[in-house]
């Protein structure tokens, strides 16, 4: 038996090299030879120059990398925090109050809508936001005018104590779908019965809430907290488009920070050396959450 397992087992090792080839490929070769340029001092151009830990050296004092860093945290509450909790309780509106109220068809059309925007492409949002927040004829602005507001209008995505946040809350609009979509789903799977003999005890909305639903959800919170903080600590294509990192150093993240040194300033040790650090921070935030989620499994 032992001898026909192995037999079977060699044989789908064939199937398994296309995936094993493409990742070493695509990612580990890659992250190596990334590593390696961070070690260097080369614009692009010529032979690297090998200069040890100087560029990590610099990097630890380099008042640019602490911000990219600072306002990457900024969007893991963006983009991770806030819709995280704003989906978990749309998601159980939804399925205890619309779909007993109205049915299933109006909860799956308002579920359909709070999706939408995940559905278009995050750099086009980005634009579409920046026209939103732009001074002379934005729609915000416009908002605040009609509403007699006029003292609080101003050029949302120039203003270095509005830029960031203006970045954050395009984000949390763009999220919120699907954390709510994931909770919809894992709620389906919770047996109505718990809720059931919980009312007969007594037990609140909230206290159901708490109780029976976050416990019974947890996998599926913790995948969506993992993916979503991931995100946030790869985002790239909303600075990109809105911002470009400013005004200054007002919505600099470590993937716009990397992007600068690779392709504008030729300092691509430099941007190799950011590259690095934000993989590794994410590996490391990868890994505890696992190990976490493996723990209360168990």
Sequence with gaps: MAHKISSLSKGYVVFLLPGVFAFLLLIVFPFLANIGLSFTKWSGIGKPIWIGLANYDKAMGDSSFWASFKNNLLLIVAMTIIPTIIGLFLATFLFDYIVDKFGQGVSSFFRAGFYLP???????AAIVWRWIYQPNWGALNGLLKSLGLDSLTRAWLGDHSTAMYAVMG?????????????????????????????ALDGASWLQKFFYITIHLIRPEIYVVVLTTAIHAL??????????????????????????????ERSNVGYGATIATVLTIIIILLTTVFIIVQTRREQ
Excluded: H
């Design 118 to 124: 995940q559905i278009i492409p995050l750099v086009v």
């Design 234 to 263: 790869k985002i790239f294509a909303p600075i990109y488009a809105m911002t470009r990192g400013g005004p200054g150093k007002a919505t600099i993240v470590a993937s716009y920070f990397s992007y600068q040194n690779f392709f």
């Design 170 to 198: 395009m984000m949390v609009w763009f999220q919120i779908g699907y954390p709510l979509v994931i909770f919809m789903a894992a709620l389906q799977r919770v047996d109505p019965e718990l809720y059931e003999a919980a």
